[in-house]
Antibody, heavy 119, light 107 residues
Framework: QLQLQESGAGLVRPSQTLSLTCAVSGGSISGGTYSWGWIRQPPGQGLQWIGYLYHSGHTYYNAPLRSRVTISADGSSNRVSLNLTSVTAADTALYFC???????????WGQGALVTVSS | SYVLTQPPSVSVAPGQTARIPCGGNNIGSKSVNWYQQKPGQAPVLVVYDDSDRPSGIPDRFSGSNSGNTATLTISSVEAGDEADYYCQVWDAYNDHDFGPGTQVSVL
């Protein structure tokens, strides 16, 4: 059974870089037709997609975040990473990694990692 | 980006049918996915590609999509269906768009 688990610092200082890792078990992140994405949810708000690593190797990012975000993968450790630079309080959110199916649905999610941006 | 609209809340009595609309310009030409999110939990995909259900999702959950509105229908609503529901599309620019969410309350 596919499982995703996010990990990383729960508290990040303003202007610093948010770094999260998604460990995938029960399936390989390499090959096939699945892609891997990150979605976040600010407290009390809805879902906002951050970006995804398409199975072709290309990355796509949400326009408002594009200049600050990087998504990458390490096939040897079966992990997907998220880096978000120059964070502000507006980046405080629950961050989810998710598997993206070929038609664009997110069919498996991690439990989420809460990241608070505060000095 | 592509704008999706959803009512903030829908209330339904147990055993009745809940219909959650998701509006978008010509959304009928797109593939719509639906997620259920209970408090403190990650979202769960309940309908994909307009009307298909992942394995393990009860057939009480169904979807349709035509014109400018996609609809998630929950039949024979149970207390355990109380949750936030989000629609989502993957648009022509390779962007993802989520609706603002609808809170379903079971009276």
């Amino acid at each position: 059974q596919l499982q995703l688990q996010e990990s990383g610092a729960g508290l990040v200082r303003p202007s610093q870089t948010l770094s999260l890792t998604c460990a995938v078990s029960g399936g390989s992140i390499s090959g096939g037709t699945y892609s891997w994405g990150w979605i976040r949810q600010p407290p009390g708000q809805g879902l906002q997609w951050i970006g995804y690593l398409y199975h072709s190797g290309h990355t796509y990012y949400n326009a408002p975040l594009r200049s600050r975000v990087t998504i990458s993968a390490d096939g040897s450790s079966n992990r997907v990473s998220l880096n978000l630079t120059s964070v502000t309080a507006a980046d405080t959110a629950l961050y989810f990694c998710a598997r993206m199916a070929p038609m664009g649905s997110f069919d498996a999610w991690g439990q989420g990692a809460l990241v608070t941006v505060s000095s | 980006s592509y704008v999706l609209t959803q009512p903030p809340s829908v209330s339904v009595a147990p055993g009745q049918t809940a219909r959650i609309p998701c509006g978008g310009n010509n959304i009928g030409s797109k593939s719509v996915n639906w997620y259920q999110q209970k408090p403190g939990q990650a979202p769960v995909l309940v309908v994909y590609d307009d009307s298909d259900r992942p394995s393990g999702i009860p057939d009480r959950f169904s979807g349709s999509n035509s014109g400018n509105t996609a609809t998630l229908t929950i039949s024979s609503v149970e207390a355990g269906d109380e949750a936030d529901y989000y629609c989502q599309v993957w648009d022509a620019y390779n962007d993802h768009d989520f609706g603002p969410g609808t809170q379903v309350s079971v009276l």
